[in-house]
């Protein structure tokens, strides 16, 4: 018989009982107990749910009450310092992870997991960095479920994940180095699980599917070499997920472990090359449930891998599982409540993959009647979104189809375009301007509630709005900012906004997925071809440039963030989806453009988060993306100035792609790095204009003018004068009007003083 498994569930809980838990004990009104007491109800939740569905080995250790490499750090002692080494006491852990005010500590830094929207907590190391056992969340869950009568899988992140996740502090060395010490740590680990009674362990190794050197892949050798002597007798499962082993696979299948896990979903070629290579002693893990994405699974095709694979191995060495944990999938789908019937006929949520993983196991055992009647159900729900007018629009993709086929470049080059903008908009050296959003008050979203709860007309709520816009173009106007923008209150955020505009789209109730520790996101999701109803923006960036003679910008969300953002279709590539979603953004531009918006900025902030995580595979990312922004702006008049934001600082990666977007200013984050992220584009010759931030808009500390001007000078002593521009590195939505007021002010005087120096 095949095994059924899972790597990892959501820990968040069905309704996000563990966001509400955590903030209050952050905020003081429950104790750790009642805290531990909510952690310990949903891991009971998800270990009986996942029995329930007939999961034959379920994962322990999954849950966190932040995040799983904080976790492992904590395990194994890589403590820093400066948290101090009390290190079982749940304020050291929060204090990594979130800073304390009290304590005048900051957090550890936090990066994005992989090519997910969730974020880790980056390990630190020192040169001299001890390890040693120095938790026992594994034992302790283990032991917990045990208690309900479940034998689980614990689920480790794997030695050389952990190392490679990390950074360096201090000296410069190499992680690997660490091995050796670290080592002992998950060997005791290991063998108390297995003396536990643990009959599978599971090490995370994602970093194994990802572009290694030589030296590295050595290492994985050693390091397997010396976990598997010390459990000789549980069973390790080496997972990988998120990209396909390729080159890596040889490495992979010569390690002295039980079962390999290969994400099916990602790469399903993956499959005939370890068949044909997998040595007897492995057994091989098919993640063929998509555990990235909310579709139904084709039972059919993954039964067909199924068999392959028992036909070249035998039913004992397989195991099926999620192509990796569901922690990025929302819970259930029966939540849903406003979904329509045909919609949720496509989809499964985490609970649903788990019945879906049972069917297969059911049917890989030999089919009977009750299996035949779901296959045959699963096959229609295939059937009907394949051929779904809701899913294809045939006179939309002639559209698009003919528009590709337009020059995808602007009618004239930076240069004359920018004779053109300048005769029009008449800026001042180093224009001042925002990235979009003011904020986004407990009053600003309190309307927008009571809109859909119906205690708020339609038409009193765009009174509002209106309201607060005037307001902040009135306010805008008195600071002296050159180019304005209209604040961006409509939006609850800036990808739902145009999803809820979009046909193709649809947004759930419940569908949240964790983001980073009590953080929770609700991406929508993409199920058809994507098609503008009307204009999205207009009403209020035109109502905004009525009120005053400055230029108001145009604000817009580009292709590829929206799609970063949402869950996506699964059956056409990415690219396709992404030049639909253009081609409605053409559409906007031209109404802004006729409606005398004269700039417009399209927002990317995700373009490089969408960058795949195997090298070889950038190009074609970049290429496409570039193209398909270059189709949005091709058809702008000369005269309107196309603006782009995005908000980090490191651009070596994709600075040749942005040059190709050929936008005519781009504003990057850049205050915290101290104006570094300017380097990329003074290294490339960067030919148009350029904003690099010089405000910190994640900080609630206003800076002073001595600093702003310190960076401006910087800026300016790298970079042209007259290509830069002036401005926060984000948007101000989480900031407060109080600190809003004073740092803007500051960064008008600043850039006064200095044009009178220039
Ligand atoms: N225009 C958006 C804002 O100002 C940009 C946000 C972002 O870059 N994430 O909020
Ligand atoms: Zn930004």
Known sequence: MIITHTLGFPRIGPRRELKRALEAYWAGAITESDLRETAATIRRHNWLMQRDAGIDLIASNDFSLYDHVLDTAVLVGAIPARYGRDENSLSTYFDMARGSAERDLPA??????????????????TQEQEFRLASTKPFDEFEEAKALGIITKPVILGPMSFLLLGKTKGARFDRLALLDRL???????????????????????PCLALDRTA???????????????????????LATYFERLDENLPTALSLPIDALHLDLVRAPQQLEQALASVPERIALSLGIVDGRNVWRNDLRSSLALIERAIQKLSPERVLIAPSCSLLHVPYDLALETK???????WMAFAKQKLDE????????????????????????????????PAVYDQSLRARVNEARRDRLQRRVSYPERKRRQQRKLRLPLLPTTTIGSFPQTAEVRSWRAKLRRGELSVEEYEQRIRAEIERTIRWQESVGLDVLVHGEFERSDMVEYFAEQLDGFVLTENGWVQSYGSRCVRPPIIYGDVRRRAPMTLKWSTFAQSLTDKPVKGMLTGPVTMLQWSFVRDDQPRSETAFQIALALRDEVSDLERAGINIIQIDEPALREGLPLRQSDRPDYLSWAVDCFRFIIAAAHDETQIHTHM??????????????????????????????????????GYPNEIGPGVYDVHSPRVPSVEEILTLLRKATAAFDAHRLWVNPDCGLKTRAWEQIRPSLTNMVAATKLLRVEL
């Open 339 to 345: 979904l329509s019937e045909e919609l949720r006929s």
């Open 108 to 125: 550890m830094e936090m990066t994005k997991w992989f090519d997910t929207n969730y974020h880790y907590i980056v390990p630190e190391f």
């Open 357 to 388: 993983l049972s069917w297969l196991k059911r049917a890989a055992s030999g089919k009977d009647g009750i299996v035949e009647a779901e296959f045959e159900r699963n096959a229609r729900a295939m059937q009907a979104r394949r051929s779904s």
């Open 647 to 684: 908000c980090y600082a490191e651009f070596d990666d994709i600075i040749e792609a942005i040059v190709e977007m050929d936008v005519d200013v781009i504003s990057i984050e850049s205050s915290r790095s101290a104006m570094e992220s300017l380097d990329a584009f003074v290294r490339y």
């Open 215 to 237: 030296e590295e892949l050595e290492a994985y050798k050693a390091a397997y070499e010396t976990l598997r002597e010390a459990v000789p007798n549980a069973k390790i499962l």
């Open 183 to 205: 080592l002992p740590i998950y060997a005791e680990t290991l063998a108390r699980l297995s003396s536990l009674g643990a009959e599978w362990i599971q090490l995370d190794e």
